[in-house]
């Protein structure tokens, strides 16, 4: 049972174009969520996160908004360029529950030259 | 050292072997992640560690896997009797304490083991 879901595996975008990443979860209860990076032979890194009382965040190129009613989140990437490929984890936490990250399948964003 | 540090970074095995996989954490990070990336799959949580105790081991996939932490600081995940369905990358991640919202994982770079 996902509880965080990236519906798509990989995405293959125009260097300078919008990356838009999306991710939906079914947990209710979640309220914090964050966006982690990877490269290959890498461990994952930190992008950005948002916390359910506000609907977007921003931070230089990268904006992650959030829709509670759709418990939908996207992650928008602008403009877009070659060091952007990568692997994209969405994730999504309770504070003051379990604490836990649960983390989606990630998406794989290609940026084209 | 700066980040999470991983050994090995390669690890194959055959089929029935015990494993031993090492994670140091960041200096100062009490809570320490165990979490398993098979291929296609996101990040499946393993266990975490706040100081030396292990008040979460849900994630452990069967009594064939266990993990230590000795002096709050280094941890070992093992694998005993190491199946195929084992192969995947072990991540490890610290943080400063284990809580949600503004406390940042740091992760290592991951041993991948294959089991043949």
């Known amino acids: 049972d996902q509880q965080v879901k990236q519906n798509s595996p990989s995405l293959s975008v125009q260097e300078g174009r919008i990356s838009i990443l999306n991710c939906d979860y079914t947990?209710?209860?979640?309220?914090?969520f964050l966006w982690y990076k990877k490269y290959p032979a890498e461990g994952p890194t930190f992008l950005i996160s948002i916390s359910s009382i506000k609907d977007k965040n921003e931070d230089g190129r990268f904006t992650v908004f959030l829709n509670k009613s759709a418990k939908h989140l996207s992650l928008h990437i602008v403009p877009s360029q070659p060091g952007d490929s990568a692997v994209y984890f969405c994730a999504a936490s309770s504070v003051g529950g379990d604490d836990k990250i649960i983390f989606g399948k990630g998406t794989r964003l290609h940026i084209l030259p | 050292g700066a980040g999470v540090s991983q050994s090995p970074s390669n690890k194959v095995t055959e089929k029935g072997k015990d494993v031993e996989l090492r994670c140091d954490p960041i200096?100062?990070?009490?809570?320490l992640y165990w979490y398993r990336q098979s291929l296609g799959q996101g990040l499946e949580f393993l266990i975490y560690f706040q100081g030396n105790s292990a008040p979460d081991k849900s994630g452990l996939p069967s009594d064939r896997f266990s993990a230590e932490r000795t002096g709050g600081s280094v941890s070992t995940l093992t694998i005993q009797r190491t199946q195929q369905e084992d192969s995947a990358v072990y991540l490890c991640a610290s943080s400063r304490w284990h809580g949600a919202g503004d406390n940042e994982q740091f992760f290592g770079p991951g041993t991948r083991l294959t089991v043949l």
């Open positions: 947990n209710s209860m979640f309220d914090y």
């Open positions: 200096s100062g990070h009490t809570a």
